[in-house]
């Protein structure tokens, strides 16, 4: 027995049925490929899983291994074809590799540990030696891998955001178990069509046992939770409520300012940026801007002053204070006399029974936020997505905390 081949068995962790027939090292493109050939005897059909005999053997393939050293390392074998009486003629399967890929086990586990490390696929495919099609099949097996071992019993707090797909107003839905913070699924679009589809990722006993949601008020997203998800209770949470504020209160400056700026008063000028921070999250320069601008006639001090005052919602005792709260701030904010204001205050009474949902389930759409940055990140190193089936792909990869390692078998 060659000494090398016998090592490089040893190394690959064969079972009796293989063994090494040749070791060729390729100094011209700094490569190393390895002969495996089958020693015969009785075969197992891949289906049934039944003893059969042999039929014929197909023609030989490659698998992409873990480099030896510096050197890039193929395994190249002739798989026997199995002839079972139920199944019919089958391609064996081989120790080394999955089904249908061109990656040993080994090399598939790399692979996804690099993509995981690097956050960027054409880093990790510069690292790999690979293209973007072979990256794309590997996390593609990954994915489809961890999708088949997860289990999603015991979910009990659930979120659905929307999330920019590309450049314009083409999104996607995206749904969180924030018990076990992952993503469960992503759909295209943000209809209730779309949010159906995202539903039945659950099964019917499963949605059933979902004690809350938290959610925009996107009214597609309430009528498909509604629908599907009938036991569990609708949850606005502060991040919604801040962000159409902060928008309130942005409509407001620029029109005070477009109306300033044409009298040559520049006193809202630079504080675009200023205005979207919490008050306690000011520095010492921004604390004095923001009180010269609270004693000032300004309309934007108002709006301000009337967005801050809001969050001492979110610090009421329980849902009774908390509704008490909302009546004594809504009729400051109708009367404010400042339309974008009271716009976004019509909407949060409309919308009351979801926002005081918090205070029985203290749940927020914070772990979706989160997730958000992350996705905005896998977008932006990807340069956008053109596919939806690409896009769905990635942050299933990323964010679904799936079990994507391949079972190596040990012998």
């Known amino acids: 027995m060659n000494n090398l081949n016998e090592h490089y068995r040893v190394l690959l962790g064969l079972d009796e049925s293989w063994t090494v027939s040749d070791v060729d090292l390729q100094l011209e493109d700094n490569s190393v490929v390895i002969e495996l050939s089958h020693r015969g005897g009785p075969l197992t059909c891949p289906e049934c899983q ?16 873990l480099d030896t050293m510096q050197f890039k390392t193929e395994i190249r074998a002739a798989v026997p074809r199995c002839r079972c009486a139920r199944c019919g003629v089958k391609t064996v399967a081989v120790p080394w590799a999955g089904k249908h890929s061109r990656f040993t086990l080994m090399f598939e586990a790399f692979g996804i540990r690099v993509l995981q490390a690097a956050a960027n696929v054409s880093r990790a495919a510069a690292l790999l030696d690979l ?9 593609e097996r990954a994915v489809a891998r961890g999708i088949d071992r997860r289990t999603l019993d015991e979910i009990k707090h659930v979120g659905i955001d929307e999330k920019s797909l590309g450049k314009g107003h083409d999104y996607v839905s995206v749904l969180t178990d924030q018990d076990h913070r992952r993503v469960l699924d992503v759909t295209k679009d943000r209809t209730i069509m779309a949010t159906d589809e995202l539903w039945q990722t659950l099964s019917e006993t499963q949605r059933n046992a979902v004690e809350s949601v938290s959610l925009d008020m996107w009214q597609a997203f309430m009528t498909s939770t509604s629908k599907n998800a009938p036991g569990a209770e609708i949850v606005h949470d502060k991040f919604h409520v801040s962000k159409y504020l902060n928008e309130a209160v942005d409509k407001v400056r620029r029109r005070e300012h477009r109306e300033l700026k044409s009298e040559g008063d520049e006193r809202l000028t630079g504080l675009r940026q200023l205005l979207l921070y919490n008050e306690e999250n000011l520095d010492e ?7 010269i601008l609270q004693k000032s006639d300004l309309r934007t001090g108002r709006a301000w002053a009337i967005k801050e005052n809001f969050r001492h919602f979110w610090l009421s005792a329980d849902s009774e204070s908390a509704g008490e709260f909302f009546r004594s701030w809504y009729g400051w904010a109708i009367r404010s006399r400042l339309e974008p204001i009271k716009t976004v205050a019509r909407m949060l009474k409309r919308h009351l029974p979801g926002l005081l949902s918090y205070f029985r389930h203290h749940v927020t759409n914070g772990l979706a936020e989160g997730f958000n940055s992350k996705i905005q990140s896998i977008k932006s190193a990807a340069r956008g997505f053109r596919s939806f089936a690409n896009y769905r792909l990635r942050i299933l990869f990323y964010c679904g905390r799936l079990n994507l390692l391949p079972e190596i078998p040990c012998h």
């Open 131 to 139: 293209n973007w099609e072979s990256v794309h099949t590997l996390i």
């Open 285 to 291: 320069d921004g604390q004095v801007e923001m009180q």
């Open 50 to 65: 039944g003893s059969c005999g042999k039929a014929d053997t197909a023609p030989p393939r490659s698998w992409r291994h």
